[in-house]
């Protein structure tokens, strides 16, 4: 019986997932907003290198997860796993919230949402 509730749940989760999972990005993304635009310099110069246009790399896909800013702040503040933590020094406050803006950007890029 657990069995049988394990795979219908497998299966339920999987069916919410996002198509794009861990598709690389396609395409450019256009009518970026200024915080944006500031994201994806910080994202260039700190992330690309690992989630290469938000897809798997040597870090996993940025493109399936959908984390709020705050998520998105925190984890790069504190690091995860083999993801080091990125201080005031290295990306300032102002520059963590344009990288989440552009984060969110690209996760949507693609997809019918907002």
């Given at each position: 019986?657990?069995?049988?509730?394990?795979?219908?749940?497998?299966?339920?989760?999987?069916?919410?997932?996002?198509?794009?999972?861990?598709?690389?990005?396609?395409?450019?993304?256009?009518?970026?907003?200024?915080?944006?635009?500031?994201?994806?310099?910080?994202?260039?110069?700190?992330?690309?290198?690992?989630?290469?246009?938000?897809?798997?790399?040597?870090?996993?896909?940025?493109?399936?997860?959908?984390?709020?800013?705050?998520?998105?702040?925190?984890?790069?503040?504190?690091?995860?796993?083999?993801?080091?933590?990125?201080?005031?020094?290295?990306?300032s406050d102002?520059?963590?919230?344009?990288?989440?803006?552009?984060?969110?950007?690209?996760?949507?890029?693609?997809?019918?949402?907002?």
């Amino acid at each position: 019986m657990k069995r049988l509730l394990f795979v219908a749940l497998a299966l339920g989760l999987t069916a919410c997932l996002p198509l794009r999972r861990d598709a690389p990005l396609v395409g450019e993304l256009t009518n970026l907003t200024a915080s944006e635009e500031r994201g994806q310099l910080v994202y260039m110069a700190n992330c690309q290198q690992c989630h290469p246009g938000g897809a798997a790399g040597v870090g996993p896909s940025l493109n399936d997860k959908p984390l709020p800013h705050l998520a998105i702040r925190a984890q790069t503040r504190a690091g995860l796993g083999a993801m080091p933590a990125f201080d005031k020094s290295e990306i300032s406050d102002a520059d963590l919230d344009a990288l989440a803006d552009y984060v969110v950007r690209l996760r949507r890029q693609g997809t019918s949402a907002p």
